[in-house]
Nanobody, 127 residues
Framework: QVQLVESGGGPVQAGGSLRLSCAASGLTLRWSAMGWFRQAPGKEREFVAADNWSGGSPYYRDSVKGRFTISRDNAKNTEYLQMNSLKPEDTAVYYC????????????????????WGQGTQVTVSS
């Protein structure tokens, strides 16, 4: 049974930092493409960042480039999202997601690409 468990969210002031973790079980992170998405109240879910198993360049939405960094520790089967210079508009529930073999051919920003999702962790940035 695959499980993705996010942690590391919480309240933070604007300009602060948080590191989100996504602990995976029931799948091998080394062979998975991983994504982070977020959903703010009253808004649709949006793509934040993604990386793939081959170690190529990660993908970011424009508004987080230079502030957020996605990374993974395959030995710990854990994905991370380091978030710096946080802004109030980053406030949302953040979800991690996994695309496992056979891989979807959809783009990394497409939610339908991913087979499994975590339950989410709340990030609240105050001004």
């Amino acid at each position: 049974q695959v499980q993705l468990v996010e942690s590391g969210g919480g309240p933070v002031q604007a300009g602060g930092s948080l590191r989100l973790s996504c602990a995976a079980s029931g799948l091998t992170l080394r062979w998975s493409a991983m994504g982070w998405f977020r959903q703010a109240p009253g808004k649709e879910r949006e793509f934040v960042a993604a990386d793939n198993w081959s170690g190529g360049s990660p993908y970011y939405r424009d508004s987080v480039k230079g502030r957020f960094t996605i990374s993974r520790d395959n030995a710990k089967n854990t994905e991370y999202l380091q978030m710096n210079s946080l802004k109030p508009e980053d406030t949302a529930v953040y979800y991690c997601a996994a695309d496992v073999p056979p891989y979807s051919g959809l783009g990394y920003s497409e939610g339908r690409k991913y087979d499994y999702w975590g339950q989410g962790t709340q990030v609240t940035v105050s001004s």
